[in-house]
């Protein structure tokens, strides 16, 4: 017989009781089961017969964080659900982490008035919630952070959750969940759920709210079981007309065209426009129709793109179904035709928020951007960007992604109109600065193009192409000319919201503005 | 000018102004202004609508203006449109040729 010899590494279970596992693996305690699939499924599974048992058994205490995703944008229920419960069972002083909020969360007003609610973290707010909390609604200003900064706060234990609430259109009795199913048609979808990843990755505690109990196993799925706990059935997740629209239309605006047609100019001017690029569009009107006028500089020169990141669109659908656009990297699907394209196309992938845009990892698909297209409220002089704060200081928007993909992309284009009604968008000093400046690098607008002095070979690029380059000075002073100077907005000292930026610094602050 | 009755110019379109002026005998000008850029350029907006009736020689007016984000041209010629009406003038000169 040979002497074992093993070094006594304390990492490594000891060689006492050798092939005697105790505990639920011993003799007497044997936890096999035979039974079928059939029964098993009926006799276990992670649902739970009520919202308020799952959160009972989730170790909810008053204080804690609970969060919920935006994939339901403005026809989301489960916010205004779930904290109507836990507003009834009593909970005081919870943080609510969402990765963004809309107008249809006006109920939260009096959950923040009634102490249910202590503070908010968000990529955005509108509607009537944002006017009472740039009113002073909360003692503790709002933190708002980007898709990125909020996967790295998460992932880092700076914003510790310790119960998500995530809404999933399909979800199997163990917890398997996404934004649509492969085995039923029609139902409510909402495609990726790229920022509910995270949350059910990271909290502590999962607990999935599907009105749509599918068959074992929901695959593909968005959510593996692994990163859930507990399901509950609801009614009603959300209005689908609320959660998206049945396609994104193209504008016929004429300025946004005239605005689209310039940006896909500068791209394909800018070194960037060859075979097998990256690019990134938004959802607004004007960077919207860039793809098509791209589309047709794509046929002519005779490339394709090799991804397309992103909140996506049912114009990035096209391309990529014309075989113009290979793969498609999805967070968020803004239409439902990119939520079916998510379905039904092999190479759409749906992505993280971390995978998306996380500074932590430096290979995050930002960071492989060629070119982004991204809309703004306003951009100054600095080329300073507000997505956040209108031009009367009320809170009327969203960080989302424009700090992450700005900084990524080799080109960040942002598009606005010259002035908006009598409103200007390229002024002096922006009310908020989201985006800084040096990580924007074109600006157009439907009065001209400036481009940032850091890149002034890019602008020497653009000219030699023959497009006509502003100074950001000139385009603000033809703003002024237009509508004049408008009167400075009056704000109170009290801060209602900090501004993050992707890692955790704060960008700046809003204020409470004074009636 | 004098105001004999009340007239409105203008729409409720974006952009537009729409500028209702009322007779307000020996009461002087009285504006009554809802404006989508309050904030930023109701001031503004006053000024220039008293101005233009200033410019009028109209004194006495009760001028009710809902303001979608106008430009100062626009408030201007509305503000005069509503005031011929309201003035039941015709005597107006459109254009200026030089």
């Keep these: 017989m040979h002497e074992t010899s093993i070094s006594r590494e304390p990492s490594i279970s000891c060689l006492e009781g050798l092939g005697l596992p105790g505990g639920q693996f011993s003799d007497e305690n044997l936890g096999k089961s035979y039974s079928t699939l059939a029964e098993r499924k009926a006799s276990y599974s992670k649902i739970i017969p009520s919202l308020e048992e799952a959160v009972t058994l989730s170790g909810l205490r008053d204080g804690m964080t609970v969060s919920f995703h935006h994939h339901f944008r403005n026809g989301d229920y489960i916010v205004n659900l779930v904290m109507d419960k836990l507003a009834?069972?009593?909970?005081?002083?919870?943080?609510?982490?969402?990765?963004?909020?809309?107008?249809?969360?006006?109920?939260?007003?009096?959950?923040?008035?009634?102490?249910?609610?202590?503070?908010?973290?968000?990529?955005?707010?509108?509607?009537?919630?944002?006017?009472?909390?740039?009113?002073?609604?909360?003692?503790?200003?709002?933190?708002?952070?980007?898709?990125?900064?909020?996967?790295?706060?998460?992932?880092?234990?700076?914003?510790?959750?310790?119960?998500?609430?995530?809404?999933?259109?399909?979800?199997?009795?163990?917890?398997?969940?996404?934004?649509?199913?492969?085995?039923?048609?029609?139902?409510?979808?909402?495609?990726?759920?790229?920022?509910?990843?995270?949350?059910?990755?990271?909290?502590?505690?999962?607990?999935?709210?599907?009105?749509?109990?599918?068959?074992?196993?929901?695959?593909?799925?968005?959510?593996?079981?692994?990163?859930?706990?507990?399901?509950?059935?609801?009614?009603?997740?959300?209005?689908?007309?609320?959660?998206?629209?049945?396609?994104?239309?193209?504008?016929?605006?004429?300025?946004?065209?005239?605005?689209?047609?310039?940006?896909?100019?500068?791209?394909?001017?800018?070194?960037?426009?060859?075979?097998?690029?990256?690019?990134?569009?938004?959802?607004?009107?004007?960077?919207?129709?860039?793809?098509?006028?791209?589309?047709?500089?794509?046929?002519?020169?005779?490339?394709?793109?090799?991804?397309?990141?992103?909140?996506?669109?049912?114009?990035?659908?096209?391309?990529?179904?014309?075989?113009?656009?290979?793969?498609?990297?999805?967070?968020?699907?803004?239409?439902?035709?990119?939520?079916?394209?998510?379905?039904?196309?092999?190479?759409?992938?749906?992505?993280?928020?971390?995978?998306?845009?996380?500074?932590?990892?430096?290979?995050?698909?930002?960071?492989?951007?060629?070119?982004?297209?991204?809309?703004?409220?306003?951009?100054?002089?600095?080329?300073?960007?507000?997505?956040?704060?209108?031009?009367?200081?009320?809170?009327?928007?969203?960080?989302?992604?424009?700090?992450?993909?700005?900084?990524?992309?080799?080109?960040?284009?942002?598009?606005?109109?010259?002035?908006?009604?009598?409103?200007?968008?390229?002024?002096?000093?922006?009310?908020?600065?989201?985006?800084?400046?040096?990580?924007?690098?074109v600006i157009v607008t439907d009065y001209g193009i400036a481009v940032n002095p850091r890149r002034y070979k890019l602008r020497r690029r653009l000219m030699d192409a023959g497009i006509a380059v502003s100074t950001i000075e000139e385009l603000q002073q033809k703003a002024q000319r237009i509508v004049g100077i408008p009167a400075p907005i009056a704000y109170r000292d009290t801060v209602v919201g900090v501004v993050t930026y992707r890692d955790g610094s704060v960008m700046d602050l809003i204020r409470q503005v004074r009636d | 000018m004098k105001v004999l009755k009340a007239a409105v110019s203008g729409t409720m379109e974006s952009s537009d102004i729409m500028v209702t002026v009322a007779p307000n005998e020996g009461g002087g000008l009285a504006i009554d202004l809802n404006s989508t850029v309050e904030k930023q350029f109701g001031a503004a907006i006053r000024a220039a609508i008293a101005e233009t009736l200033e410019q009028l020689g109209i004194r006495d007016a009760r001028v009710t203006a809902v303001d979608k984000g106008a430009l100062d041209c626009v408030i201007r010629a509305r503000v005069k449109a509503s005031a011929f009406r309201a003035c039941e003038r015709e005597d107006y000169v459109w254009e200026v040729r030089t």
Excluded: W
């Design chain 1, 88 to 441: 009834e069972m009593g909970f005081k002083n919870l943080t609510l982490a969402a990765s963004s909020l809309s107008d249809c969360h006006a109920p939260l007003i009096r959950h923040i008035q009634s102490g249910v609610i202590r503070r908010i973290e968000t990529s955005g707010l509108r509607g009537s919630l944002a006017d009472a909390i740039s009113n002073g609604l909360m003692e503790t200003p709002v933190v708002f952070r980007s898709h990125g900064g909020r996967a790295r706060a998460i992932e880092s234990g700076e914003l510790p959750i310790d119960v998500a609430f995530l809404g999933a259109p399909s979800c199997d009795p163990y917890g398997n969940a996404n934004g649509y199913s492969r085995d039923v048609d029609g139902g409510v979808m909402c495609g990726s759920m790229g920022y509910a990843k995270c949350d059910a990755q990271h909290a502590a505690r999962t607990i999935i709210l599907t009105n749509h109990i599918v068959q074992y196993p929901n695959a593909p799925f968005g959510i593996p079981s692994t990163d859930v706990d507990y399901i509950v059935e609801v009614p009603n997740i959300g209005d689908p007309a609320g959660i998206m629209s049945g396609a994104t239309r193209f504008t016929k605006n004429p300025k946004e065209l005239t605005i689209a047609e310039s940006a896909a100019n500068v791209i394909a001017a800018s070194g960037v426009f060859e075979d097998g690029f990256s690019i990134q569009m938004g959802s607004g009107g004007a960077s919207l129709a860039v793809a098509r006028f791209l589309r047709e500089k794509m046929l002519a020169k005779g490339i394709t793109a090799s991804f397309a990141l992103g909140g996506i669109t049912g114009s990035i659908v096209d391309l990529h179904e014309e075989g113009l656009v290979k793969k498609i990297l999805d967070v968020q699907s803004f239409d439902l035709r990119a939520a079916e394209s998510l379905k039904n196309n092999r190479f759409h992938q749906q992505i993280s928020a971390s995978y998306y845009a996380s500074p932590a990892d430096p290979g995050c698909a930002v960071n492989l951007l060629d070119a982004v297209v991204l809309s703004a409220l306003e951009v100054d002089t600095n080329f300073d960007v507000n997505v956040l704060t209108g031009s009367d200081g009320v809170i009327r928007g969203a960080i989302g992604g424009h700090p992450d993909t700005a900084y990524g992309a080799a080109l960040a284009i942002v598009v606005c109109p010259l002035v908006r009604g009598r409103i200007p968008c390229v002024v002096e000093k922006v009310n908020t600065v989201v985006t800084p400046g040096k990580t924007v690098d």
